[in-house]
């Protein structure tokens, strides 16, 4: 038996990276998994691979097209997920963007573009899971991903450090809301990871002027790394799914650092 068997999971931003990791530890450890991105296309190829790559194992794989920050969207790709599982145990409100903007320069489509999805994706989708497990009556697990930018401030990156900050805010704001309802609200913070994103955000900061060569802003950002490397998405999932299991039950309110050490809170 996993940790997380029979457990009903939705994981957006899915089609890449963190998420896409996340949702695969999930279904190792025995849970029923719906794979959730904007990428509608991509994350279908996710969740088909990983259908064939557990057939037998007793696990269900289901995927949804969604925009976060799209409530009605939210809605249905629930929907889809509780009619394809039957209930709804564990949401992670992972999807994110980040746009660097040198912090002089960003415009207030920059602002709105992250705080969009970052912000009120997440609040969409603890308000909506939120819904779903009070109809169920059996309380459930919403965890949020949050990074070392909702610790301190980046010149380059204001807007998404914004963000997360309000990730955090929700965070602690969901957890005392509903735990009257047994569900728990927690969230995880990475720091430097080896991700489809990361590589993105890498080629924007030579393109504003704030790197010179590819690779400097990786390096520079995990110079102070006490594990002495950046992450790979595996580094991340183990307490990830610690947050999704029974393990975590009497943990809420909480944002657990898993960054190597970088920022020390």
């Known amino acids: 038996m996993g940790r997380v068997s029979g457990r009903a999971c939705i994981v957006t931003g899915a089609a890449q990276g963190i998420g896409r990791a996340i949702g695969e530890a999930l279904l190792d450890e025995g849970a029923d998994v719906c794979f959730a991105d904007i990428n509608g296309e991509k994350v279908a190829e996710v969740a088909a691979w990983n259908a064939d790559r557990i057939k037998g194992g007793g696990a269900r794989v289901t995927h949804a097209a969604v925009d976060v920050a799209d409530r009605a969207a939210v809605c249905a790709m629930i929907e889809h997920a509780v009619n394809a599982f039957g209930r709804l ?3 992670f409100n992972n999807a994110g963007v980040n746009r660097p903007m040198n ?7 920059n602002w709105n573009f992250i705080m969009n999805i970052n912000g009120l994706g997440c609040l969409i989708g603890m308000q909506e899971a939120a819904r779903q497990m009070i109809a169920q009556g059996v309380g459930g697990k919403i965890i949020n991903t949050a990074s070392i930018a909702s610790r301190q401030g980046f010149d380059n990156v204001a807007p998404y450090c914004a963000s997360k900050w309000a990730v955090v805010s929700l965070t602690q704001s969901g957890a005392r809301d509903l735990a009257r309802h047994n569900i728990t609200v927690t969230g995880f913070a990475p720091g430097v990871v ?7 955000v890498d080629r924007d900061l030579m393109e504003i002027g704030a790197a010179d060569r590819p690779g400097q802003a990786m390096e520079e950002f995990s110079s102070e790394i006490l594990r002495g490397r950046v992450a790979k998405p595996s580094d991340i999932t183990g307490t990830t799914t610690f947050l999704a299991s029974r393990d975590s039950d009497y943990m809420t309110g909480q944002i657990v650092m898993i960054d190597g050490g970088m920022t020390l809170v």
Request: glycine share 0%; no cysteine.
């Open 89 to 91: 145990d564990v949401m």
């Open 103 to 109: 912090f002089m320069d960003v415009t207030e489509a």
């Open 194 to 200: 080896s991700t489809e994103m990361w590589e993105q």
